[in-house]
């Protein structure tokens, strides 16, 4: 499975990016997906994942609210919906697939990633 994010580039602080995550695969099923981050000089962290039911969504701490997980009909592509984003948001994401249909936080627990896409906002 190869994943291919996009959306990503410069934005405002309190301006809003959309991030896409297509998969090789015609579609994800079945399983989850996650989005993480890693800022200069900082480790990778989870940011928001989806589980195969589109109920089943978890997000950090730091990005409740303001972020959303929202996935297509067809389950072809996840999206990071991003608002109110802040200079401390300035980070490479990555989209991940895991193997298995309940979200997860940890990077262990992703089978696939992408190369990443880079979202700087300004202040």
């Known amino acids: 499975v190869q994943l291919q994010a996009s959306g990503g580039g410069l934005v405002q602080a309190g301006g809003s990016l959309r991030l896409s995550c297509t998969a090789s695969?015609?579609?994800?099923?079945?399983?989850?997906m996650g989005w993480f981050r890693r800022a200069p000089d900082k480790e990778r962290e989870f940011v928001a994942s989806?589980?195969?039911?589109?109920?089943?969504?978890a997000f950090a701490d730091s990005v409740k609210g303001p972020f959303t997980i929202p996935r297509d009909e067809a389950k072809t592509t996840v999206y990071l919906l991003m608002n109110s984003l802040k200079p401390e948001d300035t980070a490479v994401y990555y989209c991940?697939?895991?193997?298995?249909?309940?979200?997860?936080?940890?990077?262990?627990?992703?089978?696939?990633w992408g190369p990443g896409t880079q979202v700087t906002v300004s202040s």
């Open positions: 989806i589980g195969w039911s589109d109920r089943n969504t």
């Open positions: 695969e015609r579609t994800f099923s079945p399983s989850a």
């Open positions: 991940a697939q895991r193997s298995h249909t309940l979200q997860a936080v940890t990077t262990s627990d992703y089978d696939y």
